[in-house]
């Protein structure tokens, strides 16, 4: 055992992770984060079409928080440029 591991007890990643978790907030666990391919190809389309927040929203059928994540998360990526004109609409 190495030095600096010498501190970390002996349990498995599963038993760390419910000790994490207790007493932890979660923020926007009551969002949906997940798109499929299709809809991942369809908000770049909308999005070089400078269509607002609340167009693609809708378009979705889903929470503008959701869509805000999706664009933020494709922009650090590299997927998307940034833009130039603001995204709340």
Excluded: C
């Amino acid at each position: 055992m190495k030095k600096n591991e010498q501190h970390l007890p002996n349990r498995t990643w599963a038993e760390q992770k419910i000790s994490l978790k207790e007493g932890a907030y979660v923020a926007g666990i009551q969002f949906n984060y997940l798109w499929s391919s299709w809809e991942k190809a369809e908000f770049k389309r909308l999005w070089k079409e400078n269509r607002g927040l609340m167009f693609i929203a809708k378009r979705f059928n889903r929470r503008w928080e959701e869509v805000l994540v999706l664009a933020a998360d494709l922009v650090d990526r590299g997927e998307l440029k940034a833009r130039e004109r603001a995204f709340f609409q």
